[in-house]
């Protein structure tokens, strides 16, 4: 069926190193991901997105891998900073559905000062 | 400038009453949506319009009705709210159907 999922409910780090941030999904036509940012009583942000036809993409200091052999996706953050404690949250665009994107359940980050 | 805004941002209301929620979305896109968040923080799609037209619609009640009087505004009506539809709307906007979604601010909905 269509599901994205998160490994780590709640990530914490110590500020200054970096993050990753785990997502499986389980639809091989899904062609689309993108990563969002959710800050407390705020809307989604967008952080980065991916096409399946990549393997990794880079933004100001953010990194997404799309692994498709085993249906991966991850976020990296560089030096982690205050302003990145939120709930992250991948979400999947499926090639035969109709244009939704399917959100897994997130993920919360909170940075240790 | 506020890119997808909606209105209102807090929404408290009885059982039964019927409410809207209002969205407009500056950025010229052709694509709108909107998504319920729960209480652990669920994303889930109800609706969707492109051009005007319904494109997307969830298994959600009917006694939710979204209405697209043009491009840029895309309302929510609720009808005979009940306790489970407390919960944060949001609406979003993209380019196209397969683009990143601009998200508004949310309006939270509390039903007594």
């Known amino acids: 069926g269509e599901s994205v999922g998160l490994h780590l409910p709640t990530l914490s780090v110590q500020e200054g190193d970096n993050s990753i941030i785990n997502c499986a999904y389980s639809n091989s036509a899904s062609d689309y991901f993108i990563w969002y940012k959710q800050e407390s009583g705020k809307g989604p942000q967008f952080i980065i997105d991916i096409r399946s036809n990549m393997d990794k993409r880079q933004g100001q200091r953010v990194t997404v891998l799309l692994n498709k052999t085993v249906k991966h996706l991850s976020l990296q953050i560089a030096a982690t900073q205050p302003g990145d404690s939120a709930v992250y949250f991948c979400?999947?665009?499926?090639?035969?559905?109709?244009?939704?994107?399917?959100f897994g359940s997130g993920t919360r980050l909170l940075v240790r000062p | 400038d506020t890119a997808v805004s909606q209105t209102p941002k807090y929404l408290v209301t009885q059982m039964g009453n019927d409410k809207s929620i209002k969205c407009e979305q500056n950025?010229?896109?052709?694509?709108m949506y909107w998504y319920k968040q729960d209480s652990k923080k669920f994303l889930k799609i109800m609706f969707s319009?492109?051009?005007?037209?319904?494109?997307i619609n969830e298994t959600v009640p009917n006694r939710f009705s979204p209405k697209s009087p043009d491009k840029a505004h895309l309302n929510l009506h609720i009808n005979s709210l009940e306790l489970g539809d407390s919960a944060v709307y949001f609406c979003?906007?993209?380019?196209?159907?397969?683009?990143?979604?601009?998200f508004g601010p949310g309006t939270r909905l509390t039903v007594t």
């Open positions: 950025l010229g896109h052709d694509t």
């Open positions: 319009y492109n051009n005007k037209e319904l494109i």
């Open positions: 979003a906007s993209s380019r196209g159907t397969i683009d990143e979604q601009y």
């Open positions: 979400a999947e665009n499926i090639r035969d559905s109709s244009y939704k994107l399917i």
